[in-house]
Structures are given as C-alpha cells and as structure tokens.
C-alpha cells in the first residue's frame, strides 16, 4: 500500500514516521522550503530561531515519544513547573502526586487563604467528576459555578487556559481546559512538568525528520486538489497516485483541497466556519544575557505576555509571546516593543543594550477552543482518505501534542485497516 502524507507539520511528521517504521511506502508532502507547519525554525540575521515560543509540558506522551523517535529529546530541559507572574508564584515541590499540587497550593505566594482553599476544593470536585462535564459551556462561566474568586482565576486559571488552548476564558472550552487540568495539574508529579526545547525547533524536528526519511519528503510540492482515480486518489500538483492520502494540512486549506471530493462537503463546511486565534512573538536580541530566575515569567495577570530565556539559541536571545488577539495587534510594533520592555525590565531590573528585536505573528495560529466545536474525526467518509491534525476529534487543544496524537491516530487507523 502506497500512502501520501499531506503537510509536514507536527501531525503529518508523527504519521510518516509511524507509517514508515511499520514498513509501509509513504511519502511525505510538504508545500514549503521546511517542515514544521506552525511550529518551525526559521533564520533571523544568521541566528536559527523558532517561529514561535512552544511549551511543552511531561503529559506529552506522544510529542516526547515522537522526539524520543527521533533521538532529539537530549535537546529538550525539563523544570518542575513554576509559574510565575508579578506578585504570584506556583511552584510544584518533588513530590508524588497529588501531594505536589496540594503542597503547591498551601504554599503558593500571592494567594489569600480562601483562594487555595477553592483551588483545591475546585481541582477535589473535578477529579470526583472525573474530569467530564454535564454539558459543555465556556471556562469563565464554569468557573464561576464552582465559586473560583477573582483573584485566583486572574493569577492562576486565566494564564492557564489562554498559555493551553491560545482562547480567553470568556470564550474558552470548559470541556477542553478540564482536559488540560487533568493532565496537567491532576495528572502524576512528571505530567505537571515544563519542558522547553533548547534548540532551534528546526533542528529538533525538521532536520531530524529529513535524515530519517530522506528522500520520502518531497519539500516545496503544493498539493492542489485531491480527486478519486483508478487506484485511488489524486494528487493534482505533483500529479501523483496513492492509495491512501493523510490530509495533515492546515485546516483553512481543506475546503479548496476537497472541492472535488461531494462526500467531504460537510466537513470542509464546518472546518471553514473554525474561527482563528492569533500568536504574536517578539524576539529581543540584548548585548548580554539578562539574568532570568527562572526561564519562564509572566509579565503580568490574566491576558498578559510571557517571557522566555533563550540563550540556547543566541547569548543574550529573549523570546516574549502574547497569546491570542487583542488591542496588542493593533499597535504599531515599536510601541509594542517598547511596552513589552518595560514590562520586562519591571521583572529582571535593568536591561543590557538591545542590539536587535523582531516581531512574529501567526495570525492563524490556532483554531478558537470554543464550547462544543465540531471536529471531525480522522477517518473520512472517503476510503482512504483520512485527516490529521490538532483540530481533529481528540481530548486536546490545539497543541504539539494534539496534533502529534492525531497524526500517530491516523498511521495507527491505516496499519489496522489495510
């Protein structure tokens, strides 16, 4: 069986490479010069820097799995997690689970006495639920049923959810961030862990994926259009054949990709009414390393930017990322420079001289983790034919993980349905 993997981002990686260690002929396809899709490397002035700041965190199985596979996980460091933003902290102790978020919480700074008493009868209530909501709404009104104060969702809950599922609280997924805090913060003592990578996601991923499969990725083919043929399916562009195709693209695409495929209408309608959420990233290049405490700081409560040490990539690099949309859009990008700065140096002290900075917006970054979106499953009403992505059917936002679940979903679907 022949099989065509469609996009090279983290779900169609996670498929070719399940696909080709099982021994089946696949070809990954690629429109642009890397892979990677929305989490890649790119150059800036000589220095190899990622698109975007990506967190990961040990709940990842799959995602680590993949860099296991791949042999880059020495690239990656792990921290217990701390969170960390101006007059809070959260930090979780070497304990085991759930001793490490209860301890957590009883010492967490910045909190009254009746906040983390609420975060624990609240995290208590989700577990004795077993993480399954009645009915789905959105994080904010959920929250506000289970009595959560203001101060606690500012410090704590809405960092989470928009850092997890790039969507406010107002709008957020009660369903999708219950998920999240299951295996996160309810999950063993390793799931709650950071884990960033100290490299170049270029180098993690991309680079790695080309020395593995070589010559079955084919970079800068633009598939066009899929349509049935005698052996299959079509690939209009590179004007292939498969037998199986995993359309692992981003999602706006599939209406155009499926216009010849009447039994995919329903799906392509509902993916292209998605709405999208934004990531913006700004890299600042210092004359010096400034002195961070802690590789990862919030800069302030709720909707607020986060900032990351980056000095595995360039001495003296800072990555800070705002997530989602917001009035930050709209600023001309010097202001925003100069705001974010400030911020930063409210943290840390005095900066060394700025030698260079950059701004990075993914407009599309993310799908919007809204109540009771319809996903499609990765099996398609067309034989052989399949979807992979963080959007499919699955626990997750959209995430590495999502899509690296998906992606492996899809090998796993095609190697038991041949």
């Not at 790119?42 to 709940?59: K, P, S, T, V």
């Not at 010097?334 to 700065?341: G, H, I, K, N, S």
């Amino acid at each position: 069986m022949t099989v065509a993997v469609v996009g090279g981002g983290w779900a169609g990686i996670a498929c070719a490479l399940e696909l080709a260690e099982a021994g089946r002929a696949v070809t990954l396809y690629e429109a642009a010069k890397q892979l990677g899709g929305r989490a890649r490397g790119l150059d800036w002035n000589g220095i190899r820097i990622d698109n975007g700041q990506h967190l990961m965190i040990g709940a990842y199985a799959e995602t680590l799995r993949l860099l296991r596979h791949l042999g880059t996980d020495p690239l990656l460091e792990r921290r217990r997690l701390d969170l960390r933003v101006p007059g809070f902290r959260l930090a979780l102790p070497k304990l085991p689970a759930p001793l490490h978020l209860a301890s957590g919480l009883l010492l967490a700074r910045g909190l009254g006495l009746a906040d983390k008493l609420a975060a624990a009868r609240f995290m208590q209530a989700l577990k004795a639920s077993r993480f399954r909501l009645s009915e789905d709404t959105t994080a904010a009104e959920w929250l506000a049923r289970y009595r959560q104060p203001p101060a606690l969702i500012d410090k704590l809950w809405a960092p989470i959810c928009i850092a997890a599922l790039n969507t406010p609280v107002e709008a957020a997924s009660a369903q999708v961030f219950c998920n999240v805090l299951r295996d996160s913060l309810a999950g063993s003592r390793a799931d709650s862990d950071l884990v960033m990578n100290r490299a170049d996601l270029g180098r993690l991923v991309g680079d790695a994926v080309l020395a593995r499969l070589g010559p079955r990725v084919r970079l800068g083919e633009k598939i066009t259009r899929i349509t049935r043929c005698a052996t299959g399916l079509h690939l209009a562009g590179p004007e292939q054949e498969s037998e199986q195709v995993v359309l692992a693209v981003h999602p706006g695409r599939l209406p155009a990709l499926l216009g010849g495929l009447p039994e995919m209408a329903g799906i392509a309608d509902a993916v292209a009414g998605y709405a999208w959420q934004p990531i913006l990233t700004l890299w600042l290049r210092f004359a010096a390393p400034p002195v961070f405490p802690f590789p990862m700081l919030g800069l302030g409560d709720g909707h607020a930017p986060w900032a990351f040490e980056r000095n595995d990539l360039a001495p003296g690099l800072v990555a800070i990322v705002m997530s989602a949309d917001g009035p930050h859009l709209r600023q001309p990008a010097a202001q925003l420079r100069d705001a974010y700065l400030a911020l930063l140096a409210h943290a840390l002290g005095t900066l060394p001289e700025l030698l260079d900075w950059k701004t990075i917006t993914e407009k599309r970054a993310t799908w919007s983790c809204t109540p009771n979106l319809a996903r499609p499953d990765n099996a398609t009403p067309v034989p052989g034919l399949y979807l992979a992505g963080d959007y499919t059917a699955g626990d997750y936002p959209a995430t590495l993980e999502g899509a690296a679940r998906s992606g492996v979903k899809c090998a796993r679907l095609i190697l038991r349905n041949p």
